[in-house]
């Protein structure tokens, strides 16, 4: 059985970094894209950045390129998300999520993570 579980999330103030981990298990990790979404109160889930299964090309969102970058250890089975320069706009709950190489399915998500910046 696939599990992917996320941590890191917190409340922190606008400026401030938190780092997230998704970790894997249940899959060959090293297989797998890997992918982070949000969902902001009241909105859709949106794509924030995703990985190849090498590590060897990425993808940010316009809106967190250059402050969030995603990463991964496949020693580890975990993918992470380093967030920088948090803007209050960034408040949601953030997904990890296993992608199917070559496609836009993701049929592994995990349970979300909160991630609150106050101003």
């Known amino acids: 059985q696939v599990h992917l579980v996320e941590s890191g999330g917190g409340l922190v103030q606008a400026g401030d970094s938190l780092r997230l981990s998704c970790a894997a298990s249940g899959l060959t990790f090293s297989s797998w894209n890997m992918a982070w979404f949000r969902q902001a109160p009241g909105k859709g889930r949106t794509s924030v950045a995703d990985?190849?299964?090498?590590?060897?090309?990425?993808y940010h969102a316009d809106s967190v390129k250059g402050r969030f970058t995603i990463s991964r250890d496949n020693a580890k089975n975990t993918v992470y998300l380093q967030m920088n320069s948090l803007e209050p706009e960034d408040t949601a709950v953030y997904y990890c999520a296993a992608q199917i190489t070559g496609t836009k399915t993701y049929p592994y998500w995990g349970q979300g993570t909160q991630v609150t910046v106050s101003s």
């Open positions: 990985i190849t299964w090498s590590g060897g090309s990425t």
